[in-house]
């Protein structure tokens, strides 16, 4: 079985500050962790994804992850918020030894201030 | 290369009436997933085509939605009666491969309202 908390619905910040949304999960295997972004009346577009290789992964617009095995994290961050950086993110998982199906959290919505 | 479109982008019909939605794959992409957010939770999955066949549909929520996929290209999702628990946004996603840890491709959704 397979979940995911993301802890925060909504998270505000500044812009030009760093970013963190937060992320655990539970997987029976080894599992395959994604950040997916949505911003308004689009699709999903996946950030940046963990498949077993390095534990820091690194995505687009200067988003980055580290996959905390002990913790059992996937947190999202950024060094500096910029305004388009505004949306909703989900965290991800899927088991790569079990059902292929995806859970997704619930979202955490970015608000960035001027 | 064209992403995945769905249409209509918004629909409103009365309970008990039918609404049909529309996903178009990326072109090559022989996966499409059929998911749903119900205001205020998680996305759900609901069923997983492989070309034309349904490889997975544990998570149909009833009988009153069917799925197709006629000719393995563009895929339908057809509600019918709908009921108010169906309010929600319905995503599809495509992939070229299968499995847990190849990207999808999502939609922008069709949000269906049942009032």
């Known amino acids: ?114 | 290369e064209a992403g995945v479109t769905q249409f209509p982008s918004h629909s409103v019909i009365e309970k008990g009436q039918t609404v049909t939605l529309r996903c178009d794959p990326i072109s090559g992409h022989d996966n499409l997933y059929w998911y749903r957010r119900v205001m205020g939770k998680e996305i759900k999955f609901l069923l997983h085509f492989v070309k034309e066949s349904k490889q997975d549909e544990s998570g149909m929520p009833n009988n009153r939605f069917l799925a197709e996929r006629t000719g393995g290209t563009y895929s339908t999702l057809k509600v019918q009666p709908a009921e108010l628990e169906d309010s929600g946004v319905y995503f599809c996603a495509s992939s070229r491969t299968s499995g847990s840890s190849y990207e999808q491709y999502f939609g922008p959704g069709t949000r269906l309202t049942v009032t």
């Open chain 1, 1 to 114: 079985a397979q979940s995911v908390t993301q802890l925060d619905s909504h998270v505000s910040v500044s812009e030009g500050t760093p970013v963190l949304l937060r992320c655990n999960y539970s997987s029976s295997y080894s599992p395959s962790l994604f950040w997916y972004v949505q911003h308004p009346n689009k699709g999903l577009q996946l950030l940046l994804k963990y498949t077993s290789a390095a534990t820091l992964v690194k995505g687009i617009n200067g988003f980055e992850a580290e996959f905390k095995k002990s913790e059992t994290s996937f947190h999202l961050t950024k060094p500096s918020a910029h305004m388009s950086d505004a949306a909703e993110y989900f965290c991800v998982v899927s088991d790569l030894g079990g059902s292929y199906i995806p859970t997704f959290g619930r979202g955490t919505s970015l608000i960035v201030h001027p």
